[in-house]
Structure formats: structure tokens, C-alpha cells
């Protein structure tokens, strides 16, 4: 039972344009939502977050949008360049009472920018 | 730089073989976690810890056990090691306090294998 999903396995994008990662969620218990990157051989670096309480955030070139109703949030990355190719994961958590933080990852989207 | 280390970086060793990862963290954080990390699998929860001697399995902890004896070093075990156990294996801390209270920060990774 995969509560959080990252439906495309990957995605190719031109350097300049927008990226937008997805990701759908089952568990109504999720109420923080992260992403990270990840290159090859390193560990996974945290990028944004999101509360439930939230529609969007906003770093830099990195924007979260969250639909709660839909269950799904999107990662955008304006513009992108090649340094963000990696694999990206979201993640969710339910925070408060015995969760202890657990994260919940997806399985990833790998991002390919090409210059 | 959350100040997290993993050894061995990387390990080969024969099925049936006990193995032995150490996460070490110099920063007092009270909460570890050890997760697996498998192509179409994201990365997975497989033990978490939220102080010393306090442990808790997580979504896949078959197979493996772990020990906190003091806060900086988490341990994860393969009493019995099988060739489902080839993985790349990460130890991630999670700060407390403010709005980043859910947000986990990863080692470098540990990549094993089971021939």
C-alpha cells in the first residue's frame, strides 16, 4: 500500500523552462509535506516544506503548491538549470501524537535539464 | 551540515553473515533514523529511534534489529544477512524546535551488498 505516490519515474526538461514534480498522497492523517534531492552517492539534501495549513510555499526557484481536497502537491522549480537534475522525493508526515516525525517517502522522479 | 556520519561507506558480504552499520552524530539530536533506499521503492522507514534505548520498528524492519546505548550512535544490525538486504542504507537525524521540527537531515549512505 504505497501512500505516497510519484506517478512519472522521470522527467525531461529544457534549462530555462519551468519543472513541476507531482505527487499524490492517500493517508487524510498527512499534514507536512517535504521534498528533497538527491544526487548519486550522496544522501537525500531537504529542499521545501509545507504544512497542511498552507496552499503554497515559496524559496528562491522553488515553489510547493498543495491540494488538500486532491490530495496532491507540486514542486516547481523557475528557472531550471542543469545542476537541479537529480532524483527528487516527496515525502509526508503526520505530525503531533505518537508519529515521532516518520516520513513517508515516494518513490522519486528522476530530472533531467538539459542545457 | 547536520553533522552525520555513516560506516562502513560501502560493504560487500556473504549471505548468512551478521552486519553491523553505525550512524554517528555529533550534535545531540534526539531522534535517528535508518532507512533503505531500492530502485521503485523511494526509500523506506526500517527503524527509528526517539532517545536513548528508545527504539521502534518501522515500515520494514524484518530481518533487522538496532541499539541506541548513547545519543550520538544508532546501530542497525542484519543478524542474518539474505541477498533482499543489498541495498543502499541511510541514517537521518531530525531536528526539534521552530517550524522545521519535521524536517529530517540525511548521511552520506552506506551502499551494501549480499553475495
Known amino acids: 500500500d504505497q501512500q505516497v505516490k510519484q506517478n512519472s519515474p522521470s522527467l525531461s526538461v529544457q534549462e530555462g523552462r519551468i519543472s513541476i514534480l507531482n505527487c499524490d498522497y492517500t493517508n487524510s492523517m498527512f499534514d507536512y509535506f517535504l521534498w528533497y534531492k538527491k544526487y548519486p552517492a550522496e544522501g537525500p539534501t531537504f529542499l521545501i516544506s509545507?504544512?497542511?495549513?498552507?496552499d503554497k510555499n515559496e524559496d528562491g526557484r522553488f515553489t510547493v503548491f498543495l491540494n488538500k481536497s486532491a490530495k496532491h502537491l507540486s514542486l516547481h522549480i523557475v528557472p531550471s538549470q542543469p545542476g537541479d537534475s537529480a532524483v527528487y522525493f516527496c515525502a509526508a508526515s503526520a505530525m503531533g501524537g505518537t508519529s515521532y516525525g516518520k516520513l513517508t517517502f515516494g518513490q522519486g522522479t528522476i530530472l533531467t535539464v538539459h542545457p | 551540515d547536520a553533522g552525520i556520519t555513516q560506516s562502513p561507506r560501502h560493504k560487500v558480504t556473504e549471505t548468512g553473515t551478521p552486519v553491523t552499520l553505525r550512524c554517528h552524530q555529533t550534535e545531540n539530536h534526539r531522534y535517528m533514523y535508518w532507512y533503505r533506499q531500492d530502485p521503485g521503492h523511494g526509500l523506506r522507514l526500517i527503524h527509528y529511534s526517539y532517545g536513548v534505548k528508545d527504539t521502534d520498528k518501522g515500515e520494514v524492519s524484518d530481518g533487522y534489529s538496532v541499539s541506541r546505548s548513547k545519543t550520538e550512535d544508532f546501530l542497525l544490525t542484519l543478524e542474518s544477512a539474505t541477498s533482499s538486504q543489498t541495498s543502499v542504507y541511510f541514517c537521518a537525524i531530525r531536528e526539534v524546535g521552530g517550524e522545521s521540527s519535521y524536517e529530517q537531515y540525511f548521511g552520506p549512505g552506506t551502499r551494501l551488498t549480499v553475495t
Open positions: 509545507i504544512s497542511s495549513i498552507k
